[in-house]
């Protein structure tokens, strides 16, 4: 995937025997912030990093030409330091100063001016998605005028995940379709970019109610997650948890049932775990109080479910028929599914009406 980090240690381009006593001054006081980010940064410590960031960009600033490279490139580290503390106003606005260097000192179509475009499209995308598709784009256009596909690919698929994650698929599509089958071709369905590119293909073609292509790039999503260290897994349970509710939906529940243990098993990593609940479709518009009880078998389908208390005894029979239709991570003993008895929950009209899975 594209990553727009700039490195931490950057060469900051300092001509030091040309600078004026008054400077050479102020300039142990910059390298000491500078170091301190560089080391807050390797340490992961996100909170220092964000002080030193700011310190060492306001003691720059008395050093170095404001509309110069080094300038851009202490912009670039404070924006990512804001990003990351969640300020993205201040960091659009860093990033927006670093951007108009760029353009002005390398060209509109240069690697710094990418880079900072698409780190601009991923921190307004939250709150203004069309503002993230719209440099984004003019990311695309920057790339797609060579000749690097994988470099192409890289940034769409980053853009796409970016939007998808925005609640913007129609955007996002086109880009993640073109990375996936770029991914896929080259490198083979075991690829994570394959993978993640497929999971969000997934999700966008479940929401929209395109089953079929849903299943199909969800289950070829699957090899990619198959090792066991903690992103794999992490990735692996989300796409299971896409097909189970696609599944579902087709009404092929003894093929949901396989995920259903495996997203149990996972999450219980070795110790016992109780039912989770996967997925509630939608249910009876109907209005009342109702308390259930029922058991959840070993395949994760709820079973025995009886009403015990009803404030509309007419509409018994939807609830039993609505819960009998959810679906569970089973519970697990033993390192094995097992039947879970004694499941209780209590219902009104605001849950049983439709409102989504």
Known sequence: ??????????????????????????????????????????????????????KSLAEGLAIFNPDGQN????????????????DAARAADQLKQCLAANKKMHG?????VLTDLMELGKVVAPTDGAAAEGYFTRAMAIVDAGDNEALQSSLKLTAGITMVQNNRSDAA???LEAAHKYY??????????????????????????????????LEGALPAFAANDPVSRKFNSQTRRVLV?????????????????????ADADG?????????????????GSFDVSFS?????IPADVQVTKSTNKPLNSKVIEWVSNWRYAPAIEKGKPVKKTGMSDHLDDSEVSPGGD
């Open 71 to 86: 300038i851009a490139n202490l912009r670039f580290n404070y924006a990512r330091e804001l990003e990351r503390a969640g």
């Open 271 to 287: 110790a016992a775990a109780d039912p989770e609940l996967l997925r509630r479709v939608k249910g009876a518009q109907i209005s």
């Open 108 to 112: 509109e179509n240069s690697d710094e």
């Open 1 to 54: 995937m594209f990553n727009a980090t700039k490195p931490a240690l950057l060469a900051l381009v300092i001509a030091i025997f040309m600078l004026p006593a008054t400077v050479l001054a102020d300039m142990a006081s910059f390298k000491k912030a500078y170091q301190e980010y560089n080391t807050a940064v390797e340490s992961k410590d996100w909170p220092a990093a964000l002080k030193a960031a700011d």
């Open 296 to 300: 959840v078998d070993e395949r994760g």
């Open 173 to 175: 599509t086109p880009w």
């Open 184 to 217: 896929l071709k080259t490198f083979g369905e075991k690829d994570g970019r394959a993978g993640l590119s497929a999971l969000s293909l997934g999700r966008i073609y479940a929401s929209s109610g395109d089953n079929e292509d849903a299943r199909k790039v």
């Open 245 to 265: 509710n696609v599944l579902e939906s087709m009404g092929l529940r003894d093929a949901a049932t396989p995920h259903c243990v495996a997203i149990a098993l």
